[in-house]
């Protein structure tokens, strides 16, 4: 998922409020007080549209007020969720979902329909969803997607209201994980179709989740409230959640010391890096890893970097040891690979950090094939975030140290920042990603297809992809895993990214609030999420 979720950057924090009433006669017995717990998003959710939604910020959102089929728990394993049920053919190909007795927000009942459409929906090539290819497991998906096949032809369909049926092109044991992810989520058909910005305004967003949007003051506030159409309402605590969306690290801190917020720091925000040993000292940072990467995204397409050579040298020549030791300070791990510890191909990596002398050998050796004598003006783009800034002005200095090379620095609004990455405008641009599932081909999947939805980086490579489509055939663990890591070579030879580091998440929060759940994968969910009184 793009941190920028999956690539994204986030921020959040929450507040107790108590307003306590009387009845109004005597010996009246005071009612139960709200629960109320104030977050903070980093940034403006760009939407609530599961079909269309490839950040953690708007996945914050997405996963409080909408439910796929499954659901992680507390205990980390998938639970039923949309579906109540589901069975599995012998070769493991077709999966029967039951749909479950539940209602929409708006009171509409949740069919089968509804997750046919939306699968469909975020096929259409008309939809351009950049998280489309999530959805290729199933038969079909990737020619509708591709313009080259029909809708009709994608293997899921709802045989009744109640009853789901979806064939798979391979067989995917992660499969019931999978549809736990936003894009497996459904839509409201007769919504989406009735209003084009049916997502972007609080009135208009209907969702199945434990929660239902009640304001959203663009680039202030959004809340959400305990959506009483929710078929387990009961286990619901939560009574409302108030999102801030302050950009200012020490801003968002300094409300949690003020207890005005209930949380600070990951997985919606960061705390900030000067901040960390103190409160490590203080004995209430929390910190985990987490399945995520932090890179850099060349453009293969903009000039010097089309080079490969060039690409390694500047991947080559900065020191992820002292980013991670002395400007991080939470535990990162430097990344010589893409693919995360949980899920390593090659627990070793794929190059030498800080390897200078081949930097420079790389530097010289590129420049010389693209026959010039100087390089062009270089600019790296970033998301609004103080610890973005720092990192990359420390790699700027030293990229000017080790290489020679001047870098000009440019900070962008998240919304803007992941347009112009999209749309290629960009030289080096900042990236991370969060794992959907816990598995290698998620991370190497976004660089399957040149133009594929989340690649940005214009880069393709035939070998490659024949490498992750032989990979999805071979039943055995440890050919697959050989297989991928052919795949992850291939990647760090040509280094369209620049891996940098791996992600741990770190924050603070209320020692009275329970049960938010974190996910190995980084993503929040306050389903099961309680505030107890001080």
């Not at 903070?40 to 996945?59: F, K």
């Amino acid at each position: 998922m793009y941190m920028m979720k999956k690539s994204v950057f986030l921020a959040l924090s929450s507040v107790l409020v108590f307003g306590g009433m009387m009845t109004g006669y005597e010996g009246a017995v005071q009612a139960a007080e709200p629960k109320v717990l104030r977050m903070n998003l980093h940034s403006e959710p760009p939407t609530a549209d599961p079909g269309i939604a490839e950040d953690t910020t708007s996945g914050t959102i997405i996963t409080a007020i909408f439910e796929g089929l499954t659901r992680l728990g507390k205990d980390g394993k998938v639970h039923p969720a949309a579906a109540e049920s589901y069975t599995v053919s012998k070769d493991g190909k077709t999966y029967t979902f039951k749909i479950r007795e539940a209602k929409w927000s708006n009171g509409d009942p949740v069919t089968a329909n509804d997750f046919e459409y939306a699968w469909k929906r975020a096929l259409d090539p008309k939809t351009a969803s950049n998280y489309a290819y999530q959805l290729y497991y199933v038969k079909g998906a990737e020619d509708f997607n591709k313009g080259i096949g029909k809708a009709g032809d994608v293997g899921v369909k709802a045989i009744d209201d109640k009853t789901l049926k979806v064939e798979l092109t391979n067989p995917t044991p992660f499969f019931p994980e999978l549809v736990a992810f936003k894009t497996y989520f459904p839509v409201n058909k007769k919504v989406v179709e009735g209003n084009k910005k049916w997502a972007d305004e609080a009135k208009t967003v209907v969702g199945n989740g434990p929660f239902k949007m009640e304001t959203w003051e663009h680039k202030s506030n959004l809340t959400v409230v305990k959506n009483e159409k929710y078929w387990d309402k009961a286990n619901v605590k939560l009574d409302k959640i108030e999102f801030t969306m302050i950009e200012d690290e020490n801003t968002e801190l300094s409300m949690f010391d003020n207890d005005e917020l209930d949380w600070a720091g990951a997985p919606t925000s960061a705390l900030p890096i000067d901040a960390l040993p103190a409160l490590r000292e203080a004995g209430i940072l929390k910190t985990q890893p987490i399945a995520g990467t932090y890179f850099y995204r060349f453009n293969t397409e903009q000039a010097p970097f089309t080079n490969a050579k060039i690409r390694k040298a500047f991947a080559y020549a900065i020191n992820r040891e002292s980013i991670t030791a002395d400007i991080l300070q939470a535990g990162q791990v430097p990344a010589t690979g893409f693919v995360p510890p949980s899920v390593a191909l090659n627990k070793d990596g794929y190059f030498k950090d800080n390897d200078l002398e081949v930097a420079k050998k790389l530097l010289v050796e590129g420049m010389k094939e693209e026959g010039i004598s100087k390089l062009p003006p270089i600019t790296l783009i970033y998301n609004t975030s103080e610890g973005h800034k720092k990192i990359a002005k420390e790699i700027q200095d030293q990229w000017k140290k080790n290489l020679g090379v001047d870098i000009k620095l440019e900070n962008k609004e998240w919304k803007v920042y992941l347009e112009d990455v999209h749309q290629g405008n960009y030289q080096i641009a900042r990236g991370g990603w969060l794992g959907d599932f816990n598995d290698p081909i998620n991370f190497l999947e976004m660089f399957q297809e040149q133009d594929g939805g989340n690649n940005d980086t214009r880069w393709g490579n035939s070998k490659y992809k024949e490498l992750l489509n032989q990979s999805a055939l071979e039943q055995d663990p440890e050919k697959r895993k050989a297989i991928l890591m052919q795949a992850e070579q291939i990647l760090m030879d040509e280094m369209p990214i620049m891996p940098i580091y791996f992600y741990t998440q770190s924050w603070v929060q209320n020692e009275n609030l329970k049960d938010v759940v974190i996910d190995g994968l980084g993503a929040i969910d306050f389903k099961y999420a309680d505030l107890t009184k001080k």
